[in-house]
C-alpha cells in the first residue's frame, strides 16, 4: 500500500458541512454540533468550567503532574498511528496534551500566572479553543502513546478531559448528543433507540433461526429473576451483529449458564467515556440498577471493548450499590473453552483469520491471550497481525469518532490507515474483532482502502463451529433471509433520522 497521497489527506480534512452549518456553529470543525449553542464569551466559560472540574475531581493531581514531568522526548511520536500518516506536528501526542497542559500551567498555577505578568502571556485564547475542538477529535484515545512514554503521560485522559470541558460548553460532536441523550431521557432508553417490541421481535426471530442451524433450543432469556449473569450488548449488534449474539447465545446454552438479557436496559453502550464523566457516572449506575432489579449476581458484557471498559475500570468508582464482577464475553467463553465445556468442529472454518487487538481491552493486558485460546481451538489457519496484543494499532474508530458519519474519510484514510496496512499484509480472508465499535469502523476502512478481507466477530464463528446437537451437526446453513430488525420495519435510528433531515 502505497502512502497517503496529498489529495487523499486533504479530503480527509475537508469539512464536509454546508457554510451556513459552520457560521451557525462559529466552529471550523469537521463534526456537526448541536444547534443553538451560544458561542460568545468561550474562554471566559472554558476557563470557569475547567476550574469547576478541577475543583470536584481528582483531574487536578494528574494534570498537575503531567505537566511538571513531560520532557517533549517526542518518544509518543513514533507510537502514534495518526502522525505516522500525516507526519503533522500538530498530531504529535505531546503537542496535542501540550494545549491543555499550557493553560492548566498558565491559569491554574502560582508559577505560570507570575510568568504570565512578566511576559505579557495571555493564555487561553478562542483560536486555541478552536483548535482544541478539532484536536482533541482527531486523536482515538487509543492510548498507545502512553505505552511508550517514559514519564507515563496518559494522553488519552488528557483527550477525555479536555472534550469533557468542551461539552460543557457545547462544543460536542452531535452523533454523541443525540445517542446518549436518547439513552438517559428518551422511551427506549439505549442509544439506537430500539423499542422493547422490536428488541424481542429480533430475540424471537434469532432463536428460530439457531433452532434450525444447531438443531437445538437456544434461548434468550429475558427478565430471569436471580439470574447469575445480567448480559448487556452493545445495541446497535441487535441490528448489525446478529451472528455474534447468536453465538454468545450458543456458548451459553452449551455451559448451562444461568443467565438473561434485562428489558429496562439492555445497552452496554457508554459515551460518557468519551467526553463525559458525569454521562460515564450515569450509564454506569444504569447497568447496576438492572442487575440490582433482576438480583443478578455478576454482569456479563458482550463483545465491545469500551463498554467492558468502562464497566470495568469505573464501576468501582461511580456504582452506588453493592459491586459485581464484570465479565467480558471473551473472558466466560475461554473459561468455558479451559473447563472443557466447548466441542467445535474444527473443519468449519477453513479460511485463513487473523485477529485485531480492542485497545479499550488490550491496551492494558486484560484480555490479550484469551481470544487467541479460542481461535486457536477451532481454527486452523491463524495468523498474527504485526504489531499485535498491547502494541497492536487502533482500528482508527477509537474514542466514539467511529460514531462521527462526518468524519468517515479522516477515520478510514488517516486514523485506520495503519490498520488498513496491518490487515492487508496478513492476506487473510477473514479479520476477527470482537468489539462493536472496532467492527463497523474495520468493515469501513476495508471497504474505502479496498482490502478484500471479510470483518467477523469471533463469536460469529464459534457459532458456525460449535456443536450443540446430539447429532453432532456445527451449522447448517439456515433458509431465509435475515431481517434482524423483525416487524418494525419502518424504524429509522434518531441519528439517522436527523441525518436524513
Ligand atoms: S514520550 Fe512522554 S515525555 Fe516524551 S514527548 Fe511524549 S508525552 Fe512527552
Ligand atoms: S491516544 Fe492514540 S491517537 Fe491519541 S495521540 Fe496517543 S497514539 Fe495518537
Redesign the pocket.
Known amino acids: 500500500m502505497n502512502s497517503i497521497t496529498p489529495e487523499r489527506l486533504a479530503k480527509a480534512f475537508a469539512i464536509p458541512k454546508k457554510d451556513e452549518v459552520v457560521n451557525a456553529q462559529k466552529l471550523p470543525v469537521r463534526y456537526h454540533v448541536e444547534t443553538g449553542v451560544d458561542t460568545e464569551n468561550r474562554v471566559e466559560k472554558f476557563l470557569q468550567t475547567m476550574a469547576t472540574i478541577l475543583k470536584h475531581t481528582n483531574y487536578g493531581f494528574a494534570l498537575d503532574h503531567f505537566a511538571r514531568v513531560?520532557?517533549?522526548?517526542?518518544?509518543?511520536?513514533a507510537a502514534c498511528p495518526i502522525y505516522e500518516v500525516t507526519g503533522s506536528p500538530k498530531d504529535v501526542?505531546?503537542y496535542r496534551?501540550g494545549l491543555l497542559l499550557d493553560i492548566y500551567r498558565r491559569h491554574f498555577t502560582i508559577g505560570g500566572k507570575v510568568r504570565a505578568r512578566i511576559t505579557g502571556d495571555l493564555g487561553l485564547t478562542e483560536d486555541i479553543i478552536e483548535e482544541m475542538a478539532g484536536s482533541f477529535w482527531d486523536c482515538n484515545a487509543c492510548r498507545r502513546?502512553t505505552n511508550?512514554?517514559?514519564?507515563g503521560?496518559d494522553?488519552a485522559l488528557i483527550t477525555h478531559l479536555s472534550r469533557w470541558i468542551l461539552a460543557e460548553m457545547g462544543i460536542v460532536p452531535r452523533a454523541m448528543v443525540v445517542s446518549t441523550r436518547e439513552q438517559m431521557i428518551g422511551d427506549s432508553h439505549n442509544t439506537s433507540a430500539i423499542p422493547l417490541p422490536a428488541l424481542l421481535d429480533s430475540l424471537e426471530f434469532m432463536e428460530e433461526e439457531m433452532e434450525e442451524a444447531k438443531n437445538a433450543p437456544v434461548k434468550f432469556p429475558t427478565d430471569v429473576e436471580g439470574a447469575e449473569y445480567l448480559f448487556v450488548a452493545p445495541v446497535s449488534d441487535y441490528m448489525m451483529e446478529a451472528e455474534t449474539l447468536m453465538g454468545i447465545a450458543c456458548v451459553m446454552h452449551a455451559t448451562g449458564a444461568s443467565w438473561t438479557i434485562g428489558t429496562k436496559n439492555y445497552d452496554a453502550i457508554n459515551y460518557g467515556l468519551f467526553y463525559s464523566d458525569q454521562v460515564l457516572e450515569r450509564l454506569v449506575n444504569n447497568i447496576e440498577a438492572e442487575a440490582e432489579r433482576l438480583g443478578c449476581k455478576k454482569i456479563l458484557i458482550g463483545e465491545c471493548g469500551h463498554a467492558s471498559r468502562s464497566a470495568k475500570y469505573f464501576y468501582n468508582n461511580f456504582a452506588k450499590h453493592t459491586k459485581r464482577p464484570i465479565i467480558n464475553i471473551l473472558e466466560y467463553t475461554y473459561d468455558a473453552l479451559k473447563a472443557g465445556k466447548l466441542n467445535f468442529d474444527t473443519s468449519i472454518i477453513t479460511q485463513s483469520v487473523t485477529y485485531h487487538d480492542p485497545c479499550n481491552i488490550a491496551r492494558q493486558g486484560w484480555i490479550i491471550e484469551q481470544p487467541r485460546e479460542i481461535i486457536k481451538a477451532f481454527i486452523p489457519n491463524f495468523i498474527e497481525m504485526t504489531p499485535n496484543r498491547r502494541d497492536n494499532y487502533c482500528c482508527g474508530g477509537g474514542g466514539g469518532s467511529v460514531s462521527i458519519d462526518e468524519l468517515r474519510p479522516y477515520r478510514t484514510t488517516v486514523s485506520g490507515r495503519k490498520k488498513a496496512e496491518q490487515i492487508a499484509a496478513t492476506g487473510a480472508d477473514m479479520v476477527i474483532a470482537p468489539c462493536a465499535n472496532c467492527k463497523k469502523q474495520v468493515r469501513e476502512t476495508l471497504e474505502d482502502n479496498e482490502v478484500a478481507t471479510e470483518l467477523v466477530g469471533l463469536h460469529d464463528l464459534i457459532y458456525k463451529a460449535l456443536i450443540l446437537s446430539p447429532d453432532g451437526v456445527a451449522w447448517r446453513e439456515p433458509s431465509d433471509d435475515m431481517d434482524w430488525m423483525g416487524g418494525d420495519e419502518d424504524f429509522v435510528p434518531p441519528q439517522e433520522a436527523e441525518a436524513k433531515g
Open positions: 513531560t520532557t517533549r522526548c517526542s518518544r509518543c511520536t501526542p505531546c496534551s502513546c511508550d512514554c517514559p514519564m503521560i494522553h
